[in-house]
């Protein structure tokens, strides 16, 4: 706990607390609602702490639903809540699309206003672009990421958490037809076994998908734990993202988290390179790619709409908030439902997607690559479908990053976005 990190904690507060109020949970006469938030936030060459994006909610959809989706509605917008289909969400995801939505937004004034200036973002000189690194934008080099969650990141960074938090731990049972995994440890590969949030409290190190509830559809979407462990190696870029710029200064280098929602234990196992990251130390590959492992830290900044201050209220009656706030510095905040803008159907297309979703961010990149007119990277952006972009001669590295940091983890089995081209 120190300075920096409050500073990091307060930044993201003070963007949340902004918002609207039909952005919050909202007021009971029965109970009080919660929600988690996390935010990334920019610190400058001169000290300043900066919060470009930050999101909440806690939704995901179960897999069966996602080629549904067409990228236009959230598979991740966590806690365990149960509304409508007992969705589940990453709110660390929200925070981190909503991050690659303000970069590429700063991408796209530096592209068609040439007497803008940004004070995270810069055009890289012919020089800088090579074969291996040909991305027309990086984040200056004087910039450090850094990462807040107002709650413990679910699955491994967090067992001992739960585990402590149950007044009964004994760990919900998977069906009789699930393999029982084996124990691992550190230099151990996890088991293959995807395991859901409570199951098998002896075996550690492992991937853990979401929700945890053992009555709630099934998804394949990875713990919060899992998708920031990746993250250390792909950088906090998105795919299309990844595209206009060099992930060599896009990695976070500060995790913050409150005092109570920190384990060392957890911490060190899950993400550290003594823990189950450790056969990647030194690890780097082409175009940028590498391991580099960021540092967690704690705050005692208080978050007023966190689980516990709900508690405190409402001492047995707290209660998840089922909407979703989407915000992004210099472009404004969105409020969602079900993973689609508030008041809008699920399956409205076009008309409910979120500026954070997979086909807006796309199109975004698509956007800026126009203006830009690079022949080659009109290309790769310009494919037939979302998986084609991620199939691209451009992202081999990343995808070569992605496959050998999930062997690493073990068990890895992809969630898939369906296959959808390019929104109007």
């Not at 989706?69 to 660390?92: N, P, Q, S, T, Y």
Request: hydrophobic share 40%; net charge positive.
């Amino acid at each position: 706990m120190g300075e920096l990190e409050d500073a990091i904690a307060r930044a993201v507060i003070s963007a949340y607390n902004a918002l609207p109020a039909k952005s919050k949970p909202k007021p009971r006469p029965d109970a009080t609602e919660w929600v988690p938030l996390s935010g990334v936030v920019l610190e400058t060459g001169e000290g300043e702490a900066v919060c470009a994006a930050l999101g909440t909610g806690m939704k995901c959809l179960p897999h069966s639903k996602i080629p549904l989706a067409k990228g236009l509605v959230l598979h991740d917008c966590h806690a365990e809540v149960e509304f409508i289909m007992r969705f589940v969400a990453l709110w660390c995801v929200i925070a981190i699309r909503a991050f690659n939505c303000f970069i590429i937004e700063e991408c796209f004034k530096l592209a068609s206003d040439s007497t803008y200036t940004s004070q995270f973002v810069h055009r890289r000189s012919a020089e800088d672009i090579t074969e291996d690194s040909p991305q027309p934008f990086t984040i200056r080099s004087d910039v450090k990421v850094h990462f807040y969650s107002s709650e413990a990141p679910c699955g491994d960074g967090s067992m001992e958490l739960t585990m402590s938090a149950q007044s009964d731990a004994t760990p919900w049972a998977l069906p009789t037809s699930t393999p029982t995994p084996p124990s691992t440890t550190a230099s151990t590969p996890a088991t293959s076994t995807l395991l859901r949030g409570r199951g098998y409290f002896s075996s550690l190190g492992t991937i853990r998908t979401k929700p945890g509830r053992a009555d709630s559809p099934p998804t394949l979407s990875k713990s919060c734990s899992d998708k920031l462990s990746l993250r250390q190696c792909t950088s906090l870029l998105l795919t299309p993202a990844a595209l206009l710029v060099s992930p060599h200064h896009a990695y976070a280098s500060t995790v913050v988290l409150p005092e109570t929602e920190y384990s060392a234990t957890s911490v060190q196992r899950a993400f550290s390179a003594s823990g189950r990251m450790a056969p990647l130390v030194g690890r780097r590959w082409r175009g940028g790619y590498e391991f580099r492992p960021f540092a967690v830290r704690t705050t005692g900044v208080v978050f007023g709409c966190s689980k516990r201050a709900a508690e405190r209220a409402t001492p047995g009656r707290a209660v998840g908030s089922n909407v979703t706030a989407v915000w992004v510095r210099g472009v404004g905040g969105e409020t969602l439902i079900g993973g689609v803008l508030q008041g809008r159907k699920q399956w409205a297309g076009v008309a409910g997607a979120s500026r954070v979703c997979k086909a807006r961010v796309w199109k975004a990149v698509s956007v800026v690559a126009g203006v830009l007119g690079e022949r080659a990277l009109v290309g790769a952006v310009a494919a037939e479908t979302y998986e084609g972009v991620k199939r691209g001669a451009r992202m081999v590295e990343r995808g070569r990053v992605k496959e050998e940091t999930r062997e690493v983890l073990g068990g890895w089995e992809r969630n898939g976005s369906g296959e959808f081209g390019m929104m109007e």
